[in-house]
């Protein structure tokens, strides 16, 4: 059953360890579980291997853990919005292990459908590619990819019900139910927890998924890009 904590500090006290495998939802700063990254933070855990789209942007999301140290390797598709990122990575001081963007949400899916390794085109005589099994089907030849089982796995949904099903908002469901599946102990972040349950045809991540479950802190949200048309006066 899923239990509730009051806060991601508590959430998280009892699971969080050096080393460990963590998964992060989230694309850009949309969908970001900023109560339980900070949580992480707070901890002072290190040498941890995260999982996610990318790692936010210098100063929020992810870039909080990469600021204080915490990340020895990172499993992304993207660099590009967090200078410290590059920066750590062309250092030489952060191990980075860059996943085409599909590859690396099948290689979640897979984990927590099950399935140790599958299949895909893409990637095939690129880098991406070195030291990795390949195979012919049809005459096409094609990458194995493993799949990723991470240790933790931290998520935000908009909507949470008390058995700890999920509903997310949008953009923001991006990866959060890929990570909630794969992850061995899933920790959600929900903005609002409502009595009873959800209309299981709103749940896009069932409880049984969730086993701890908190409050997300009301807080702005955030844009990583803010693209708007220049104002026109009308006459």
Not at 137 to 163: K, M, N
């Amino acid at each position: 059953m899923t239990r509730h904590y009051s806060t991601a500090a508590e959430a998280l006290s009892d699971v969080l360890t050096d080393g460990l495998v963590i998964a992060v939802g989230g694309f850009g700063l949309s969908g970001n579980p900023h109560d339980l990254i900070e949580a992480v933070r707070d901890s002072g855990v290190c040498n941890l291997t995260i999982v996610s789209n990318n790692m936010g942007i210098d100063g929020h999301g992810l870039g909080l853990l990469l600021e204080n140290k915490q990340v020895s390797k990172v499993i992304a598709s993207y660099v590009g919005e967090n200078r410290l990122f590059a920066q750590q990575y062309l250092d030489g001081t952060l191990e980075v292990e860059f996943t085409p963007q599909g590859t690396l949400a099948e290689r979640l899916r897979a984990g927590g459908a099950g399935i140790p390794a599958f299949y895909t085109a893409t990637g095939v005589g690129t880098d991406i590619a070195i030291g990795k099994q390949y195979a012919v089907f049809d005459g096409r030849t094609y990458l194995q990819e493993r799949a990723i089982i991470p240790d933790i796995g931290l998520v935000h949904a908009h909507t949470a019900d008390s058995a700890g099903n999920l509903r997310y908002r949008l953009t923001a469901r991006n990866f959060n139910p890929l990570v909630a599946m794969a992850a061995r102990e899933t920790i959600a972040e929900a903005e609002c927890v409502v009595e009873g349950f959800l209309d299981p045809d709103e749940v896009a991540t069932p409880g049984v998924f969730v086993p701890r479950l908190i409050r997300a802190t009301p807080r702005a949200k955030l844009i990583e890009q803010l693209t708007v048309r220049p104002r026109v006066e009308l006459h």
